[in-house]
T-cell receptor
Framework: GENVEQHPSTLSVQEGDSAVIKCTYS??????FPWYKQELGKRPQLIID?????GEKKDQRIAVTLNKTAKHFSLHITETQPEDSAVYFC??????????????FGQGTILTVHP | GAVVSQHPSWVICKSGTSVKIECRSL??????MFWYRQFPKQSLMLMAT?????????EQGVEKDKFLINHASLTLSTLTVTSAHPEDSSFYIC??????????FGDGTRLSIL
């Protein structure tokens, strides 16, 4: 089955700096890669996603890049703010085409943005 | 749109009792629902996938007789933790999806077994 590795496990930055979180996956059939933000005791919230036919996607301060050959993808947050502090999870979905299937999650990254 | 409601949000019960958690898709019909378990400071681990009207598919290592899943309609799935023990204490999260739409997560249920 799919295995997703996520690094770093913790990340501490100053407000205004950029933050980068990286994930690798094992199953070359995976073709959908969402990123979630989870605050303590809350549901995971989808913040950005990418399909394997796209190399990069950006939404305001958040961007995701995908290297399908190397089987890794990264989350980039620019101009970080204290409210960005949370746990971030990457995930991989092996459903084909435009459909959605099971998600395998990475271990999570605790991001702390210091004012 | 795409709201998933999970109930209860928090439950505390004695060891040996059974606990039922409900997951409802409020404004869409969910062809598939997923149940996850999350221990403190850990990731979400998929327990099972359920499709309406059919038996759930459990992940390796998840006891199907311990965690009973029912998906009787396109808007409701239930997870029953049978004969719960302290080691079953965890955060349980459901998600629901429909064709060509990503999963939408419920708010989770914090289960504490005394």
């Amino acid at each position: 089955g799919e295995n997703v590795e996520q690094h770093p496990s913790t990340l501490s930055v100053q407000e205004g700096d950029s933050a980068v979180i990286k994930c690798t996956y094992s199953d070359s059939a995976s073709n959908y890669f969402p990123w979630y933000k989870q605050e303590l005791g809350k549901r995971p919230q989808l913040i950005i996603d990418i399909r394997s036919n796209v190399g990069e996607k950006k939404d305001q301060r958040i961007a995701v890049t995908l290297n399908k050959t190397a089987k890794h993808f990264s989350l980039h947050i620019t101009e970080t703010q204290p409210e960005d502090s949370a746990v971030y999870f990457c995930a991989a979905d092996d459903a084909g085409g435009t459909s959605y299937g099971k998600l395998t999650f990475g271990q999570g990254t605790i991001l702390t943005v210091h004012p | 749109g795409a709201v998933v409601s999970q109930h209860p949000s928090w439950v505390i019960c004695k060891s040996g009792t059974s606990v039922k958690i409900e997951c409802r898709s409020l404004d869409f019909q969910a062809t598939t629902m997923f149940w996850y378990r999350q221990f403190p400071k850990q990731s979400l681990m998929l327990m099972a996938t359920s499709n309406e009207g059919s038996k759930a598919t459990y992940e390796q290592g998840v006891e199907k007789d311990k965690f009973l899943i029912n998906h009787a309609s396109l808007t409701l799935s239930t997870l029953t933790v049978t004969s719960a023990h302290p080691e079953d204490s965890s955060f349980y999260i459901c998600s629901a999806s429909r064709s060509n739409q990503p999963q939408h997560f419920g708010d989770g249920t914090r289960l504490s077994i005394l």
